[in-house]
Every structure is written in structure tokens, then in C-alpha cells.
């Protein structure tokens, strides 16, 4: 079974995405902020992170350059969600991310992207 880091700040919202991602089968570890997804994610590596862009004391933006500065997590494969994602600016600025999603999205979505994220695919969203 895959596990999946969820880091947001918005403790409803992780909640709901918890429990989507746990009726779909997959193990969960879930964190408040960038900080402590990164002390998580060294400690006990996921298969996948699923992070929030904007969130106190590290945003997911730090937290995707800080794991894929180090070569122990740069191979864990991140997917972003975000109100506020524009395609043109996660390739920009952070060209290893295989998947975004943005805020609102409906559960099949979710799970489709972190399908599709943790098989290698890329689920970056277009214009």
C-alpha cells in the first residue's frame, strides 16, 4: 500500500483530503505546514507528497525545492494543490513537479491526479 504525506494548513481541508485519499486505499501521514513536512518526509520517506502551494512557515513552493535539493527525497514525487496555480509558473518554477491540482476539485479528480503521480505520469493542469 502507498503512502501519501498531506500537507495543509487548513485542518478541514486536510481532513477532507484524508479521507479521500484513505477510501481510496492508500496509507496517510498528515502535517499543518511546509516545516513539518519536511522533518515527516525525512524521517519516514512517502511514496508520494501531496502539498498545498501556499501554506505558514514553509510554502509548498520551499518545500518541492527543499526535497528535490536532496538526493535522499528528491525522487519522491510531489503533486501541489492550490486556488491559485498557473500552469505556467509551476513549470517555471518548479520544473521536477509531476502534478498539480487546483482548488476546488472533486474527489475522483484527487484521486486520479495521485493515481497518476505515484505511477510516474504528470498531472499538471493546461490553460
Do not use: H, N, W
Not at 481532513?15 to 477510501?23: D, E, G
Not at 513539518?36 to 512557515?57: F, I, N, S, W, Y
Not at 514525487?77 to 509551476?90: A, F, H, N, R, T
Amino acid at each position: 500500500m502507498a503512502t501519501v504525506l498531506v500537507a495543509e494548513d487548513d485542518p478541514d481541508v486536510r481532513a477532507a483530503i484524508c479521507r479521500v485519499v484513505q477510501r481510496a486505499g492508500y496509507a496517510v501521514m498528515a502535517v499543518a505546514d511546509g516545516k513539518q513536512a519536511l522533518a515527516r518526509v525525512r524521517e519516514e520517506p512517502p511514496d508520494l507528497v501531496l502539498t498545498d502551494g501556499a501554506m505558514p512557515k514553509m510554502t509548498g513552493f520551499e518545500l518541492c525545492r527543499r526535497l528535490y535539493a536532496d538526493p535522499a527525497t528528491a525522487a519522491i514525487p510531489v503533486l501541489m494543490i492550490s486556488g491559485s496555480i498557473e500552469p505556467d509558473q509551476i513549470r517555471r518554477e518548479l520544473p521536477g513537479l509531476r502534478g498539480a491540482l487546483r482548488k476546488p476539485f472533486s474527489p475522483s479528480r484527487l484521486i486520479q491526479c495521485v493515481s497518476e503521480t505515484l505511477a510516474g505520469q504528470t498531472s499538471l493542469p493546461t490553460r
